[in-house]
């Protein structure tokens, strides 16, 4: 073969890099004029330091196509074993609905939402998450619910926190975890306390009550499959005025009573057996509920119930000033993007099944249970437990070869624990599979009928749920619950939400930060294959083979493009990254006799994640100041190194920082923290403006977390999945998240898990994958330099009516800038807010507001916006402008007009009266362009006082909807 390529093949090996990216050729061109350069390169040259210009290009490969792309990915896959599992553990096969899994997880509208801080243009995701809420609420029989956290193991370990900070038994410091609690969460939440300096003490269930402990954690039923009534156990941990936390298997919630009411003061859980797949570990939704006195500690969002402008019922995030990275040093957990398309997804899953649905599906997975727990036993098999809900636990003595002929027949058991193996059946155990486990477990001709046992059990009933434990009240009597249950109404239902939310297939969402790039079709669809979706994360490495070439294609990659010696895959956040990070740095100074070093510096612009994630390894933060000019004040930050020298930890540090701009003196502040013994953390959401142009390992940090939902095309989900892989240098890498279940090469056996699964949220990985491939190293770079020119490009527009807060070297900015409307609210009254919220009637959300600066607009066009979709945001902002301009010269009263009644819905103005300055036309269609593509916000501007005064966190009562 020749390496001469034909003129066809490289046009389409392009083909993928000119869809990913917005503008045409021409329209560069116009850009580049406008700003007076003659080439990108021109323009790049002006704008990235040369210091820290990478020398050689990336080597990820050459760009493909979209075919070859998917169709190598597939013979990848296909390595993959999809054996049946019974492994249990906390994650179980499930049937995800179809109209679900095409209408929701498939589907852009619901996908590429951001998280819904705009509430009037994020009713439908809300209303679904207030459904997750009161699911939980109904099922673990508790006052107060978040709309999702990261996994069951992690919210496991918030529950450690919250217990530490409510309970009475100040003095204490231990916490208590049952023996029988899955085996991945013992070890997320021992790493957590170790951060913390807690003590874990691992036991009996029964013997927590002999600790001096504040809180203490029991599953239900336990790991092994016993359900066991824990009343006793809860009020003894109540009586050391201790917290009883519960990690509860959801499905099994549908029969056996709700742990709240058994006492628990905390409960929680993974939500993915409601219809998410399993996906070699994630992501899923973990759901978590605790009594509304301790409102104030709930780790997670909230979503309440609040009014509208006109006295409407709306939805927003309530208390958000209590949201963990809002409060950054304060915060007491580092939650920021969560699990919002998972909780969905979950939720829609209740919906279309019902109580009764659900009731009939926990029924059956429990009577198959029973039907192989009878036909055991009436063969002499010794079982561990008495009672189960959906997991039987075998004491055998040939073990080995039982699981043997399971693998060899395609079938999964628990194995890791001595002597003994469990099978927990699902909603997608048939009769069929009953035989079979028969046939592998006595070997074939056991002569057993299933029928006949079935016909048995029916007969005679089961008394494999203790009486005192089977649950009597009803669940889910919402009518949110009873409506959508033949699939077009269900389809409508999800139709109605998705139509009230904005996304990205409306228009451009330019939060400055979050790089809501494009989340293309192809990189999406791996994602559902069922090589993909389907498999246990603790299945035997052999049979996850595909699972092993793709991530280790995906690691090796981002260990080029980071400039780094190694990844971990394992956190499911930003923030998570970052606190595997800090724990990586914290290891790492240990192993070198120098545990006392713990102080993290902290420029004052940094997101609030860095403090909150700092704060949760225990680290004392330093706020080092910024200039005027919003770089970090050199002075400043040479005299807090040299003052807390040795101390120093680290410092964690944004580049390009969160002013939008590359500084210069990036590579002088990694020497002085270096100097002090300290090491870099760098903040790697802005590798936007790095990918193949610079990157952090060659800048010279130690450390960095990516935002694969940000810069690698992962959806944002409406407020998740993410995945947060952190690249290290050599050193540390020894120090990187291991996990207890399955070993992580590269890394000490002893490091724990930061995650409840060893590669995190492994099933979204083939996104990240597929846009590196289709892109190859030369794409990845133009990708960077076309965010360098969008960005200078609305910048250079939007400065003619704006003053740009910060500029970097020659007068130009990274891959984003700050609008400042600080003078103009200043001579007008006209708040930053009003603004974000009449951008709403022009079709547009809103860039971050004030941050990293209040009173100020962030922007990030990102690559993928065509200069026509950025002319069209121009226009908005240069007409909110002119708005404005009509409050100043008095034209308008700052009481009346277009901005603070915005949003402006569909019955506010074709409403009776009407009483504005402005007319009704004008309030929706304010711009021509509007009229081609309107989008209607379904609520008036939102009272969020009111929805923290009341705080309702539940689907309101049948009567609010009558009034
Ligand atoms: C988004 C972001 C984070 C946090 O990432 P999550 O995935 O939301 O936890 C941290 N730092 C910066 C600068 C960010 O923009």
Redesign the pocket.
Known sequence: MSNAKSLEELEQKQDFIRRHIGPSPAQVSDMLSALEVSSVQELIDQTVPASIRLEQPLTVGESRTEVETLSYLKSVASKNKVFKSYIGQGYHPTNVPHVILRNVLENPGWYTAYTPYQPEIAQGRLESLLNFQTMTLDLTGLDLASASLLDESTAAAEAMGLAKRVSKAKKANAFFIADDVHTQTIDVVTTRAEQFGFEIIVGKAEDAVNHDIFGALFQYPTTSGEVVDITDLIAGVQSKKAIACVAADIMSLLLLKAPGKLGADVVLGSAQRFGVPMGYGGPHAAFFATRDAYKRSLPGRIIGVSKDRLGNDALRMAMQTREQ?IRRDKANSN???AQVLLANMAAFYAVYHGPQGLKTIAQRIHRFADILASGLKAKGIALKHSTWFDTLTVVSDNKNDVTARAIAKGVNFATNHEGEYSISVSETTTRADITELFDIILGEGHGLSVDAIAADVEANGSESIPASLVRDDEVLTHPNFNSYHSETDMLRYIKRLESKDLSLNHSMISLG??TMKLNATAEMIPITWPEFANLHPFCPLDQAEGYQIMIGELHDWLVNITGYDAVSLQPN????G?YAGLIAIRKYHESRGDAHRNVCLIPSSA?G??PASAQMASMKIVVVNCDKNGNVDMADLKAKAEEVSENLSCIMI?YPS?HGVYEETIREICDIIHEHGGQVYM?G??MNAQVGVTSPGFIGSDVSHL?L??TFCIPHGGGGP?V?PIGVKSHLAPFMPNHSVINVPGTNIGNGAVSAAPYGSAAILPISWAYITMMGSEGLKQATEMAIVNANYLTHELSKHFPILYRGRNNRVAHECIVDLRPLKELSGITEMDVAKRLQDYGFHSPTMSFPVAGTLMIEPTESESKGEIDRFIEAMVSIKGEIEKVISGEWSIENNPLVFAPHTQGDVLGNEWDRAYDRFYAAFPVPAVAKNKFWPTVTRIDDVYGDRNLVCSCPAVETYRD
């Open positions: 990275h939650i920021c993007t930060s979050c956040s930003g923030a998570q970052e997101h994640t860095n944004t969160t903040d959401a802005n935002n939902h940000k993410g947060g």
